[in-house]
């Protein structure tokens, strides 16, 4: 059975620092794609950020782009997210999905939230 | 970046009717056109991916069409689950976009 259990949200100041988690199981990690996805509490789906099975390709939305860093630990089934100079708009749940054919995403994780604010 | 539009914002229907989704792309994606199912509270779900190809284990009802740059999704008949909100999303050049979604509401 597919897993991914993300972990690190929490309460940041603006212009702070957090570091997201996304550890996966129950498929072969390596062979796949991944991505965070972000949802604003009471707004739509915005993708964040994408990596490639190998870690070498990287893309990300222009609203994170030089403040979020994306990566991952093949050898430890771990994604992650390096959020910095964040700014309360930036205060969403956000999820992990893997990649399925064409950078679509068959499977999430339940979400973590971080919440931007003094 | 491809914008993603969908119409209408709300829909309104009764169980039993059908209902139709529009997504309409700043430019064309091609076939590269999924739709997501997302109810309160969870993680969206994978309904349809290369705008007409049924994930697995969704029932037939759900269906999609299209390319280019006009999409749709169409549930023939509602059942009280699929009251939900629906986004389609598309894929190029490895950067991904959302539509904006639209809630699909019980009548």
């Known amino acids: 059975e597919v897993q991914l259990l993300e972990s690190g949200g929490g309460l940041v100041q603006p212009g702070g620092s957090l570091r997201l988690s996304c550890a996966a199981s129950g498929f072969t990690f390596n062979n796949y794609g991944m991505s965070w996805v972000r949802q604003a509490p009471g707004r739509g789906l915005e993708w964040v950020s994408a990596?490639?099975?190998?870690?070498?390709?990287?893309r990300y939305a222009d609203s994170v782009k030089g403040r979020f860093t994306i990566s991952r630990d093949n050898s430890k089934n771990t994604l992650y997210l390096q959020m910095s100079s964040l700014r309360a708009e930036d205060t969403a749940v956000y999820y992990c999905?893997?990649?399925?054919?064409?950078?679509?995403?068959?499977?999430w994780g339940q979400g973590t939230l971080v919440t931007v604010s003094s | 970046e491809t914008v993603l539009t969908q119409s209408p914002a709300t829909l309104s229907l009764s169980p039993g009717e059908r209902a139709t989704l529009s997504c309409r792309a700043s430019q064309s994606v091609g076939t590269f056109l999924a739709w997501y199912q997302q109810k309160p509270g969870q993680a969206p779900r994978l309904l349809i991916y290369?705008?007409?190809n049924r994930a697995t284990g969704i029932p037939a009802r759900f269906s999609g069409s299209g390319s280019g740059t006009d999409f749709t999704l169409t549930i023939s008949s509602l059942e009280p689950e699929d009251f939900a909100v629906y986004y389609c999303?598309?894929?190029?050049?490895?950067?991904?976009?959302f539509g904006q979604g639209t809630k699909l509401e019980i009548k």
């Open positions: 999905a893997k990649d399925f054919n064409r950078g679509n995403f068959d499977y």
């Open positions: 290369d705008a007409s």
């Open positions: 999303q598309q894929c190029t050049n490895w950067a991904r976009t």
């Open positions: 990596i490639n099975s190998g870690g070498e390709v990287t």
